[in-house]
């Protein structure tokens, strides 16, 4: 599976979630810290961009943005 175009997206200004979706089979892991670098080297995010894509985005991708503020 190849990796999604994050750098063109968010040039277009899109906004990005990154998630782990651990489970077994096909994604062993649920390392945010790995998920955060492996988004940076293979989809060449910036590392602040890559960190809200792991915090506040996926807040709001949940609708949980609220919940951030608090």
């Known amino acids: 599976m190849q990796y999604q175009p ?28 790995f998920v955060i670098a492996l988004s940076c080297i293979q989809m060449k995010m910036l590392p602040e961009e890559a960190i809200n894509a792991a915090t506040i985005n996926g807040a709001y991708a949940m609708e949980l943005e609220q919940n951030w503020a608090a």
């Open 6 to 33: 994050a750098r063109e997206l968010i040039d277009a200004g899109c906004a990005i979630a990154l998630a782990s979706d651990y489970n077994p089979g096909s994604s062993p892991s649920g390392n945010m810290n």
